[in-house]
């Protein structure tokens, strides 16, 4: 049975005009706002429009008083508190678990794992990826970041390394902003990789592995979970733990065709659970079975049964923040 849902955005984080037609046939990939917005376009936005005729779900930009809510918890006050006849499931995104909601969905395998109550949905792929073309065959000559530059491992921004990596390998290192997180056409390997310690980066997801794995481009990331929850080093990715091993690796992908193939090929096999469809299919089953069962049990319980829950998860919450932190 169908169930009413709320999928919440305030109207200032709402995409413009010309952004919500972009985002209709799901091409967005250089209409991103910044910020807040851009998380609450990707993950609010986008979902209910890739929902419409599967779930009866609406999008408000005024939070309902009752009923089950699905909103991005980066866009609510730090002290908010649901209200009795509210049930809440907080999209954490980037940001951090809000104590103030019932359930989270996360964004990363492992940290669903770790966190008490909460539920894992992929991010969404980027919209409308151009595979890399096929007739670059086996050329080795451009190595590309898609992601903020302030993301990129302090090493691999130095211009040292693109040097290092020219003189070395012939290959060019480039990095892609917004508006081009969806070309991989011109691309022979992708860099993922935050920075070279062993932070495993809870928080975040693993869509720089899968939209390389989609375009069909041979990925050498870093230590982040998300990664080694969702792939195998050495089978459909490479791990590189300096800017010298990102060097030697290349090499080994330049000098070694059936590996190289190999990789990507494994990549591909990958890439299921991560397709648009699947992500919509995910979400799906989510708002019309998990969603309103979980939100059913909410109401049923007793005023110190909530009073014990509230008081839980803040005491996880503490403890999430100091694993990540």
């Known amino acids: 049975m169908k169930v009413n849902i709320f999928f919440y955005m305030p109207e200032a984080h709402l995409p413009s005009p010309d952004r919500r037609a972009a985002w209709l046939p799901g091409q967005a990939p250089d209409l991103l706002a910044g910020g807040k917005s851009a998380a609450a376009q990707c993950w609010i936005y986008q979902t209910w429009v890739e929902l419409q005729g599967d779930t009866k779900i609406e999008l408000v930009t005024k939070m309902p008083d009752e009923g089950i809510i699905v ?11 649901a209200g009795e006849k509210q049930f ?14 019932h359930l989270q969905i996360v964004q990363n395998r492992t940290h669903a794992r770790r966190l008490p109550g909460s539920v894992f949905i992929p991010l969404w792929p980027q919209p409308n990826i151009v595979p890399r073309d096929p007739a670059r065959g086996d050329r080795l000559e451009t190595v590309a970041f898609f992601g903020d530059p302030g993301n990129l ?8 390394f693109a040097s290092d990596l020219e003189r070395e390998t012939g290959a060019r290192f480039v990095i892609r902003d917004a508006s081009q997180w969806h070309d991989f056409s011109d691309v022979d390997v992708a860099l993922a990789i935050r920075d070279f310690s062993h932070s495993q980066h809870l928080h975040k997801p693993a869509t720089k ?17 998300a990664f080694a929850a969702e792939g195998l080093d050495g ?11 990102c060097i030697k690796l290349v090499k080994k992908l ?3 065709r059936a590996f190289r193939q190999n990789l990507v090929a494994s990549g591909k096999k990958r890439t299921a659970p991560f397709s648009r469809e699947a992500v919509t299919e995910n979400w799906r089953l989510f708002c019309e079975e998990k969603l309103p069962a979980t939100a059913a049990g909410w109401f049923k319980k007793s ?3 909530r009073r014990i829950f509230w008081l839980t998860q803040r005491l996880i919450f503490f403890l999430d923040r100091k694993i990540r932190s």
Do not use: C, M
């Not at 909103?71 to 508190?81: D, M, S």
């Not at 491992?153 to 040292?160: D, Q, S, Y």
């Open 254 to 256: 330049q000098g070694d």
């Open 88 to 101: 809440i499931a907080n999209i954490v995104a980037d940001f951090v678990p809000h104590p103030g909601t």
């Open 235 to 245: 089978k459909d990715f490479l791990r590189a733990h300096s800017s010298s091993e």
């Open 71 to 81: 909103t991005l918890g980066g866009v609510l006050h730090k002290h908010f508190e």
């Open 209 to 225: 592995l899968y939209n390389a794995w989609l375009a069909g481009v041979p990925v050498i990331a870093g230590s982040d979970s």
């Open 153 to 160: 491992a302090p090493e691999l921004a130095n211009v040292g």
């Open 303 to 305: 005023p110190v049964e």
